[in-house]
């Protein structure tokens, strides 16, 4: 039987996943729970089910086609009792305007290479490739080592973006096949990383240690979250630990909260819903902080 991947997206022509026009690839699962997560369908490493009301014309198809008798109807849109919810997805596969949608599908090495190849000239003409994400792709360590591999052989630019939060023996097998690793520095505190990610920091920091001392092509990034990590003290231990591993340009990616509607479609919470993105003047004093460490830094837009 072909070995199998949990995917829950398959994004073409992305522009902020690596060098060039990519592919990215996004896994089911991560051991973290970072309370800005833009991505809460990659946290679970199971299928979901993601429920849009606006999408909802009360035709109660979901509810003829629940074999659990789960479904039930509270006004005009479905009430998902999902303590007796299997996951089925028979609601989902009938539903006609994609109110309620599986999230997670398996697929083999060769369904996503068909996926991958369709844009094989735009990465040839941009300088792009595959770029693996989530969740966390070193969460399905085995599959996505042999995905790497096969795009290799395709001759085909391969990136993965990480949290660094695994082994260090996975890391080291993983860098063999990968031209570039987007890795994440969020908070580098071990008691303030395990209170607002769920992890420690140490093995993180650990792992991007080994990558930078043993030449790994390295984007390093920081997600910007006010009043969580974007006090001086913070970015300065952040800034002399880029320069004692010979890293001397940071990606911030600041906080932005378009991704809610995503928590109320998964049933779940969303913590930081008051919080505003950071302002330009907040923007431009953390990059000014990071420059007078002798730290350059890029946005994504």
């Not at 395709?154 to 987007?182: H, M, Q």
């Not at 969020?186 to 080994?210: H, R």
Request: with cysteine.
């Amino acid at each position: 039987m072909s070995k199998k991947g949990l995917i829950f997206n398959i994004q073409r022509f992305s522009l902020h996943d690596g060098p060039g026009i990519r592919t990215t690839i996004f896994f089911k699962g991560c051991p973290s729970s970072c309370l800005w997560c833009q991505n809460p369908e990659g946290l679970s490493s199971s299928k979901e089910l993601f429920q849009s009301n606006a999408k909802c014309i009360g035709c109660h198809t979901c509810l003829e086609n629940c074999p659990e008798g789960a479904i039930s109807f509270d006004g005009p849109e479905p009430v998902n009792d999902r303590s007796i919810c299997k996951l089925c997805m028979s609601c989902a596969d009938n539903c006609p305007t994609g109110a309620l949608e599986a999230i997670g599908k398996e697929m083999t090495i060769k369904e996503i290479t068909n996926e991958v190849l369709k844009d094989r000239i735009i990465f040839e003409e941009s300088g792009g490739g595959i770029t693996l994400s989530g969740g966390e792709p070193l969460q399905q360590l085995d599959f996505v080592i042999d995905l790497l591999k096969a795009m290799k052989e395709l001759n085909i630019n391969t990136a993965v973006e990480t949290s660094g939060y695994v082994s260090i023996e996975a890391l080291k097998k993983v860098s063999t096949w990968t031209d570039l690793f987007l890795y994440d520095l969020k908070l580098l505190n071990p008691e303030k990383c395990k209170e607002y990610t769920g992890i420690s920091s140490k093995p993180v920091i650990d792992n991007f240690k080994y990558l930078a001392q043993n030449g790994s092509q390295l984007v390093v990034r920081m997600p910007l979250i006010p009043g969580i990590n974007d006090h001086h003290d913070h970015l300065r231990l952040m800034a002399d630990t880029l320069k004692e591993n010979g890293i001397n340009e940071l990606e911030l990616i600041p906080y932005h909260n378009i991704g809610a509607h995503k928590y109320r479609g998964l049933n779940m919470d969303y913590q930081l819903q008051e919080l505003e993105p950071p302002s330009k003047n907040q923007m431009a004093a953390v990059r000014e902080a990071f420059l007078s460490e002798g730290i350059s830094t890029t946005s994504e837009v």
